[in-house]
C-alpha cells in the first residue's frame, strides 16, 4: 500500500515537469534498470551510487556533445560492466 501511495506520489510530482505521453514508461523503466545495474542488484547504496552516476553522466553528455548526449549514461553503463561486471557494490544476493 505504502508502495502505491509513492508511486502515485511520484507520478503527481513529475507531470508538471515533464510531458505525460503514452509509452513514457518504457524510458523510465530502462533508465531505472540501467541505474541498478550500475550499482549492483539488490544494493540500495549502490542504487544510489548508480543514480548518481547516471545523472551526471548524462548532464555531461548533453554539456560536452549535445547531439549525443545520450549515449554517455550508457557509455558509462559499459564501461561499469567491463570493469565489475556484478556492479559497483556488492549485491546482496
Not at 6 to 18: D, E, S
Not at 43 to 66: D, E, K
Not at 67 to 82: D, N
Request: glycine share 16%.
Amino acid at each position: 500500500m505504502i508502495g502505491c501511495f509513492l508511486a502515485g506520489l511520484g507520478g503527481a510530482l513529475v507531470a508538471p515537469i515533464v510531458n505525460i505521453t503514452l509509452g513514457m514508461d518504457h524510458a523510465i523503466i530502462m533508465e531505472a534498470f540501467l541505474i541498478v545495474i550500475i550499482g549492483g542488484l539488490g544494493n540500495v547504496w549502490g542504487a544510489l551510487l548508480g543514480a548518481l552516476i547516471f545523472g551526471l553522466t548524462q548532464s555531461l553528455g548533453v554539456l560536452i556533445w549535445p547531439q549525443f548526449g545520450i549515449v554517455f549514461p550508457y557509455a558509462a553503463v559499459v564501461i561499469v560492466l567491463f570493469f565489475r561486471p556484478r556492479g559497483l557494490l556488492k549485491s546482496t544476493w
